[in-house]
């Protein structure tokens, strides 16, 4: 019988700690360039509209819709299995910037383009939560 596989953890460094702690205490939050003012999704250490090094962290509503969708039928890894079918969803959030994710706590048969979603909170590991979407 074949040993099961953990799946692949994301490992938090010096442009997304912030993200990974705050996740850890169920808040999704995002940069914001102080120069520009536009949101930016995933962190990085600059801005990607005008590369300005002046950005905040902003708590997001953890409201949006879903932009584009697919349900995948096979495991990219074999951690993850014991999920499919699952839903890989590319969210819009409220505050103007996007992010992928997964659509959870749902059939994937009923995700739909502009479905309202929100966030909640997968504990991957003891360090690691994932923010992921369910229906709103
Ligand atoms: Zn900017």
Redesign the pocket.
């Given at each position: 019988m074949a040993e099961k596989r953990s799946k692949p953890v994301p490992r938090p460094y010096q442009d997304t700690k912030a993200y990974w702690d705050a996740a850890k205490e169920k808040r999704l939050i995002f940069q914001r360039?102080?120069?520009?003012?536009?949101p930016?999704f995933y962190p990085r250490g600059?801005?990607?509209?005008?590369?300005?090094s002046?950005?905040e962290w902003l708590d997001s509503s953890g409201r949006g819709k879903v932009h584009t969708f697919t349900v995948s039928y096979r495991a990219p890894h074999p951690g993850f299995a014991d999920e499919l079918p699952f839903v890989i969803a590319i969210v819009d959030l409220e505050e103007g910037f996007r992010m992928m994710s997964n659509i959870v706590g749902c059939d994937p048969g009923i995700v739909r383009i502009d479905m309202p979603v929100k966030v909640v909170f997968e504990q991957l590991t003891p360090d690691i939560v994932l923010p992921k979407f369910s229906p709103a």
């Open positions: 360039c102080l120069d520009c003012s536009k930016q600059v801005c990607s509209h005008c590369l300005g002046r950005l």
